[in-house]
Antibody, heavy 121, light 109 residues
Framework: EVQLVQSGAEVKKPGESLKISCKASGYTFSNYWIGWVRQMPGKGLEWMGIIYPGDSDSDIRYSPSFRGRVTISADKSISTAYLQWSSLKGSDTAMYYC????????????WGQGTLVTVSS | EIVLTQSPDTLSLSPGEKATLSCRASESFTSTYLAWYQQKPGQAPRLLLYATSSRASGIPDRFSGSGSGTDFTLTISRLEPEDFAVYYCQQYGRSPNYTFGQGTKLEIK
């Protein structure tokens, strides 16, 4: 059974760093794309970027709105993808979902349960 | 960037009625890359339709999709109580900027 299990909710202060995770199981992690989607409180869905872990080098692509603001990475040895911030802002408060794609221009077939990030002083 | 605009923002209907949700794109793209998702409070989105009109696994046949070019439609033939939720369209053909529409909230009248 395919599962994407995300790390728990986080409460951080502005300026702090954060790394959230998405652990995959039930399939070969290296062979599928993993994306990250933001949903701010009461708002819609925004695609942030995707990563293809691959067998050798990873392929990482960022949506223009998020390039330079977050970093997407993966650790193939533990089948886990990450989304990280070096300096959080209040506007980063949101639910973050990871999602699996069969191909770069394919549908999302599985979603994580979401990680709520709250940034407040 | 392809901007997707959904209408209406909110749709108020009763169970048993037919729902028609619209998704209009700022530029034409292949219908192969248009999906619809349903999201209920506190839950991750759920894929309903992909490639404009193909139902995802387990999706009942009261959900259907149509359209091409810049205009796409999600139709729910007879609303069930569990269908009241927020619906999003998404284009997934322009990596990595897979844009979503702003959503249509389907509420009980």
């Amino acid at each position: 059974e395919v599962q994407l299990v995300q790390s728990g909710a986080e409460v951080k202060k502005p300026g702090e760093s954060l790394k959230i995770s998405c652990k995959a199981s039930g399939y070969t992690f290296s062979n599928y794309w993993i994306g990250w989607v933001r949903q701010m409180p009461g708002k819609g869905l925004e695609w942030m970027g995707i990563i293809y872990p691959g067998d050798s080098d990873s392929d990482i692509r960022y949506s223009p709105s998020f390039r330079g603001r977050v970093t997407i990475s993966a650790d193939k040895s533990i089948s886990t993808a990450y989304l990280q911030w070096s300096s959080l802002k209040g506007s980063d408060t949101a639910m973050y979902y990871c999602a699996r794609k069969v191909g770069v221009n394919a549908i999302v077939d599985y979603w994580g349960q979401g990680t709520l990030v709250t940034v407040s002083s | 960037e392809i901007v997707l605009t959904q209408s209406p923002d909110t749709l108020s209907l009763s169970p048993g009625e037919k729902a028609t949700l619209s998704c209009r794109a700022s530029e034409s793209f292949t219908s192969t890359y248009l999906a619809w998702y349903q999201q209920k409070p506190g839950q991750a989105p759920r894929l309903l339709l992909y490639a404009t009109s193909s139902r995802a696994s387990g999706i009942p046949d009261r959900f259907s999709g149509s359209g091409s070019g810049t205009d796409f439609t999600l139709t729910i033939s007879r609303l069930e109580p569990e269908d009241f939720a927020v619906y999003y369209c998404q284009q997934y053909g322009r990596s990595p900027n897979y844009t979503f529409g702003q959503g249509t909230k389907l509420e009980i009248k």
